[in-house]
């Protein structure tokens, strides 16, 4: 067994939903963006609260939403934190990317633009519920990638999507595309009316992703939020920083009204900037510090040997439990102990990669 990950005292990666407004309704949609809410940061304390996130030693800050663009003062949010040492990045869902968006973002200094990509043309414009989405998806990332600015793209795998996720990898690595994100899907928000994957098609696109990862080796990056990664990827959970879930310990979030969050999809309030100050709020919530003891899980989490480097997703968790504590109901593990399964092993073989949706 591994020795226990490092645990920072503030989060490397901190996601902020500067504003729930959002000119698409995606059906899987975490944050149901809509409209603005009643109580979103003014400029004046989202400029303090950048102040607080460089102040606490965080590395790495998410401009999202809804669709951070449609916020007027984002340049204003972007060259604060740029000036404050952050590395920063923004996430879209591209309808609005114009080279003259490009030229900007490059100058202030953004470190990388996502964009969301959730299938191709038919199935792209279906989830995110915008006839001609696609077209105009590929095209900011084409325009991204052609000026130069680093372009990752983040794909959330579901039943209505899952036979795109290998044509969709092959797409990005043909248009340039620097990072492919594989992001978790979890069943809050709108996405509480999507379909989830079943436990061995999560297995399985673990293993479709190591698989495209080996095959695009030095040409495009992959990155995943899924904590099992450390049951398939030997060499990733041998890494001092890498301990499967970072939900309250190397990353969190903020919703665009304030509220701290363990990570952006555990859609659950430990404080709020209007009323305390972030690094307060992160050292002193008492959820916060349960997550990071993983002696605090229960169920099968909790008494799992791989717990240190994995701990299961608290969001997939919560949102079928209602306790961010609980055994994470996705794992192939905990799958097949609870079904009666002998030998499980803990790997995702080649073999294993068999995507088709559902019945």
């Keep these: 067994m591994t020795a226990t990950p490092y645990l920072p005292q503030a989060p490397f990666h901190l996601v902020w939903n500067i504003t729930n407004a959002c000119n698409l309704r995606c059906e899987h949609c975490f944050a149901a963006s809509d409209k603005p809410l009643p109580g979103e940061l003014t400029t004046v304390e989202a400029v303090d609260l950048i102040d607080q996130i460089a102040d606490m030693g965080v590395f790495d800050l998410a401009f999202c939403g809804g669709e951070p663009f449609i916020r007027r003062d984002v340049y204003t949010l972007l060259e604060h934190a740029y000036g404050r040492g952050l590395t920063i990045g923004i996430g879209s869902n591209g309808w609005l990317i114009k080279p003259e968006v490009v030229r900007r973002l490059k100058d202030i200094g953004v470190a990388r633009l996502q964009i969301s990509l959730d299938g191709l043309a038919g199935n792209h414009d279906r989830i995110r519920r915008r006839a001609g989405l696609f077209q105009r998806t590929v095209g900011a990332i084409r325009t991204s990638v052609a000026a130069g600015l680093r372009t990752h793209v983040c794909f959330t795998a579901h039943q209505g999507n899952i036979t795109d996720l290998e044509p969709v990898i092959d797409l990005c690595a043909e248009l340039g595309v620097r990072r492919f994100n594989l992001s978790q899907f979890v069943p809050v928000g709108r996405g509480e009316r999507v379909r989830d994957l079943t436990v061995p098609q999560w297995r399985a696109i673990l293993g479709l992703w190591q698989r495209k990862r080996a095959e695009y080796a030095g040409?495009?990056?992959?990155?995943?939020?899924?904590?099992?990664?450390?049951?398939?990827?030997?060499?990733?959970?041998?890494?001092?920083?890498?301990?499967?879930?970072?939900?309250?310990?190397?990353?969190?979030?903020?919703?665009?009204?304030?509220?701290?969050?363990?990570?952006?999809?555990?859609?659950?309030?430990?404080?709020?900037?209007?009323?305390?100050?972030?690094?307060?709020?992160?050292?002193?919530?008492?959820?916060?510090?349960?997550?990071?003891?993983?002696?605090?899980?229960?169920?099968?989490?909790?008494?799992?040997?791989?717990?240190?480097?994995?701990?299961?997703?608290?969001?997939?968790?919560?949102?079928?439990?209602?306790?961010?504590?609980?055994?994470?109901?996705?794992?192939?593990?905990?799958?097949?102990?609870?079904?009666?399964?002998?030998?499980?092993?803990?790997?995702?073989?080649?073999?294993?990669?068999?995507?088709e949706p559902a019945p």
């Design 219 to 355: 040409r495009m990056d992959f990155a995943s939020h899924l904590a099992q990664l450390a049951l398939v990827d030997s060499e990733m959970a041998a890494c001092d920083g890498f301990r499967g879930c970072q939900a309250g310990a190397g990353q969190g979030a903020i919703t665009a009204t304030g509220d701290v969050l363990p990570c952006v999809v555990l859609p659950v309030p430990v404080g709020n900037v209007h009323q305390q100050r972030l690094a307060d709020i992160w050292q002193d919530a008492p959820l916060l510090r349960r997550l990071r003891a993983r002696e605090s899980l229960r169920g099968l989490c909790g008494t799992c040997p791989l717990s240190p480097r994995c701990g299961g997703c608290r969001a997939v968790a919560w949102s079928y439990t209602g306790d961010p504590l609980a055994e994470d109901p996705r794992c192939w593990l905990v799958d097949a102990a609870r079904s009666g399964a002998a030998g499980a092993d803990r790997t995702a073989s080649r073999d294993d990669v068999v995507l």
